[in-house]
């Protein structure tokens, strides 16, 4: 099983970023996928996740921000980040159960 994160950038405060996280070795449909990010010196925090009935979940930092979805046929799950701020700079991780893919790095910075 591995996990592919990407999509991360540089961009101003107010701006949008889509991540990907990419699966292979498993088949989408019958799992959760998470994603979570660490900023520096920090802990790694949960950020959202999307069960295999399509429910969505939300820290409260990122709700009414961020959207989490999944296109099985693709075995790809999204984060949609809107109206960054400075605050959501951190490395990006997607989660399956026990397995991480490797980080997105999201710096939001004038």
């Known amino acids: 099983v591995q996990l592919q994160a990407s999509g991360g950038g540089l961009v101003p405060p107010g701006d949008s970023l889509r991540l990907s996280c990419a699966l292979s070795?498993?088949?989408?449909?019958?799992?959760?996928i998470a994603w979570f990010r660490q900023a520096p010196g920090k802990e790694r925090d949960w950020v959202s996740c999307?069960?295999?009935?399509?429910?969505?979940y939300y820290a409260d930092s990122v709700k009414g921000r961020f959207t989490i979805s999944r296109d099985n046929a693709k075995n790809t799950v999204y984060l949609q980040m809107n109206s960054l701020k400075s605050e959501d700079t951190a490395v990006y991780y997607c989660?399956?159960?026990?397995?991480w893919g490797q980080g997105t790095e999201v710096t939001v910075s004038s």
């Open positions: 999307i069960t295999s009935a399509d429910a969505t």
């Open positions: 989660n399956m159960a026990t397995y």
């Open positions: 070795g498993v088949n989408l449909d019958y799992y959760a």
